[in-house]
């Protein structure tokens, strides 16, 4: 069976930056099975899938317009330490911030005595991201998984309610 959206696809992958190092990966582990066409894989591995059949290998590289987006340097602000008022804050560290928008997510970049610098950009907005692919299985969806946009474990519902 070939590839194509709503497939469900069964399959182990391994991420990595320009540079090889890698970011994550499926081998030795169990491997990744999704519903294509709900946005759960970043665009550029979805669209290399499309075609592609139980066995094939291949190795694509997603530009950042295709994964996490361009870097948007707005996204970066320097906001007062005030606003963490008995917070102990540390480079690395994460929050959901209110902004005009909606809820975003943040890291903090950089802390001083007086501000915190904060990056709303996904930390691999920018990045182009290497796939190795190993394709293990392709099927029909069910009709329940159509209905809830998921892949379900075989022979199971998924498990919690819609």
Known sequence: MTI???SVVTLHYT???EDGTT???SVDKSPLVVLLGNHFLIEGLEDALIGKAKGDEFTVTAPPEKAYGE???TLVQQVPRSMFEGMDVEVGMSFRATT???EQSVIIIDVTDEEVVVDGNHPLAGIPLTFDVNVIDVREPTADELAHGHAHSEGSA?????
Do not use: I
Not at 158 to 162: D, E, L, Q
């Open 158 to 162: 998924c498990g919690h309610k819609h």
């Open 23 to 25: 970011l994550d990966s």
């Open 4 to 6: 194509k959206a709503d």
């Open 71 to 73: 870097r948007v340097d």
């Open 100 to 102: 005009e928008e909606g």
């Open 15 to 17: 991420v990595s930056t």
